[in-house]
């Protein structure tokens, strides 16, 4: 990969790259798997990219269904004793980030279905609701109440309301 | 007052200095050792099933009175296991602390090597699979008579004119070289073919792996 691609095609969506990718795994060690495995795929997939979107949405809908698969290939293979099957308290990762605030917020996302990890994290970043869809596969209609409910059940999460 | 999650988000991120990008470093690494390792554990299971499956056969030819059959697959699959073994000697000698690239290009030119003196092998083989099956049934006995007999004094009763070499009939001997040798030449291509079938997903990943690989250094 070169040096430019990386500069020009990757690095400017690192961020949300980063915060998809720590939604998704409870190690230093599976965050840079995950990391790695997403800019590689952007590099290999690069050529497929036919500009009927903007090139961030490619780059979300790709971290997103890399961070998928990794997570159900590892599911799937027993032989790969990942971060994903302990507590997130128990792993190195629940205390990432310097704002502790951030931390709860990341550990109550961990707790939701892995496609609404995927919903919420792109809710927050502002991304309209037509995006979310288009990103994640979902019916548009339904983001609205969909987003509704995992922020009920994010705030249940994080007011302990929910084990 | 009680903070929003987007608030929660939002200023997390502005006062966190945790959004700094992991250096994209060895990006093969993990990939190459875990297909390596697959790779290496299909084959080890595949000669232990080779195995297994001759000592049985092996087994059940003598019950079902094909011993003959029995014994030459049992003596070819033991010749490949143990050719096999001694090629899986040098695999496991690749050192896993070489480059990434070293590494898989290492594991490719073994598989290459591997692959070459398999189907070397393959042309001697399955003839030899052939013939034991042919020498097998051959001997069997049915009703009392050795089936290759039976056969034999049928031809001559309705082809008294047949020719017999050692009392084998000399069109029986020749349909079984050609077939020989047409076994000789496919045995590369059947090789080829179960190749494909038993460990084709992994040697399509490690070519792809191998060309990005080479197109990342480029």
């Not at chain 1, 979300?60 to 032989?79: E, P, Q, W």
């Not at chain 1, 605030?101 to 309209?128: C, P, Q, T, W």
């Not at chain 2, 042919?134 to 001559?156: C, D, P, R, S």
């Not at chain 2, 084998?168 to 496919?186: D, G, K, Q």
Request: hydrophobic share 45%; glycine share 6%.
């Amino acid at each position: 990969m070169s040096n430019d691609f990386y500069a020009i095609s990757i690095e400017p969506y690192s961020a949300i790259i980063i915060k998809i990718c720590r939604a998704y795994t409870n190690s230093q060690e599976d965050f840079e798997d995950y990391y790695q495995e997403v800019c590689l795929q952007i590099w290999r997939t690069r050529n497929n990219f036919r500009g009927q979107s903007e090139w961030s949405t490619w780059v979300y809908r790709l971290a997103l269904n890399v961070s998928l698969t990794m997570l159900k290939k590892m599911k799937n293979n027993s032989k790969y004793f990942t971060s994903e099957y302990l507590p997130s308290g128990l792993t190195e990762n629940s205390q990432t980030f310097s704002d502790e605030a951030l931390n709860h917020l990341y550990d109550a996302i961990k707790r939701l279905s892995e496609v609404d990890r995927g919903v919420i994290l792109l809710y927050l970043e502002e991304k309209s609701y037509k995006e979310i869809a288009e990103i994640t596969g979902t019916n548009p209609n339904n983001i609205g109440v969909r987003i509704k409910r995992i922020k009920e059940r994010l705030k249940k999460i994080l007011d302990g309301k929910v084990n | 007052m009680e903070k929003s999650i987007e608030s929660i988000w939002k200023q997390g991120f502005l006062n966190s200095n945790a959004l700094v990008a992991p250096k994209l470093n060895n990006l093969y690494n993990q990939k190459s050792i875990h297909l390596i390792d697959k790779f290496k554990r299909m084959f080890k299971i595949n000669l232990y099933a080779i195995i297994v499956g001759s000592l049985l056969f092996l087994g059940i030819s003598f019950l079902i009175g094909i011993p003959i059959m029995g014994i030459g697959f049992f003596l070819t699959l033991t010749v490949i296991v143990i050719v096999n073994m001694r090629l899986s000697r040098s695999l496991n000698k690749i050192d896993k602390s070489e480059s990434s690239y070293h590494y898989i290009k290492a594991f490719d030119n073994w598989v290459k090597q591997q692959v070459s003196v398999n189907r070397i092998m393959a042309s001697f083989y399955y003839p030899l699979f052939f013939f034991s099956m042919v020498l097998g049934f051959w001997h069997y006995h049915f009703n009392g008579k050795q089936l290759g007999e039976a056969i034999t004094n049928y031809m001559i009763l309705h082809y008294p004119g047949i020719g017999l070499i050692y009392g084998v009939p000399l069109f029986i001997i020749l349909s079984v070289i050609l077939m020989m040798v047409l076994l000789y030449y496919l045995g590369g291509r059947i090789y080829n073919w179960d190749l494909k079938v038993v460990y084709g997903g992994v040697l399509r990943k490690l070519d792809e792996i191998i060309a990005d690989m080479e197109e990342l250094r480029s």
